[in-house]
């Protein structure tokens, strides 16, 4: 099931998404997140960027990043989009269920 996208202005409305896609994103980074602050935020936005144009690095973000509303903003959608991707998973019965063990 394909989930609404999450909205946030940043340079212009964007749309975010939490998801195998941003997962992957988020894994290929080389310095990954560790701790909570500004670059965790910029990582995680980044990642669940649909349409990334503009945003070649989540250290390209960083100006959307600058004041409190602006982080406040850019956390909610983080959680709101998180959210939406566990209550999904949650509706679909688990549909990441563990295989069955082998009987011998």
């Given at each position: 099931m394909l989930l609404t996208p999450v909205k946030l202005t940043l340079d212009r409305p964007?749309?975010?998404r939490w998801g195998p896609?941003?997962?992957v994103r988020l894994d290929?980074?080389?310095r990954r997140p560790q701790r909570r602050g500004q670059y965790q935020i910029a990582a995680l936005l980044w990642a669940m960027l649909l349409d990334d144009e503009g945003f070649?690095?989540?250290e390209d973000l960083g100006d959307y990043l600058q004041t409190v509303e602006q982080i406040k903003a850019a956390?909610?959608?983080i959680l709101a989009a998180q959210q939406q991707a566990e209550d999904s998973e949650k509706n679909?019965?688990?549909s990441t269920q563990k295989?069955?063990?082998a009987s011998s």
């Open positions: 964007r749309e975010l896609r941003a997962r290929s980074l080389p070649p690095l989540p956390g909610d959608a679909a019965g688990g295989p069955a063990p």
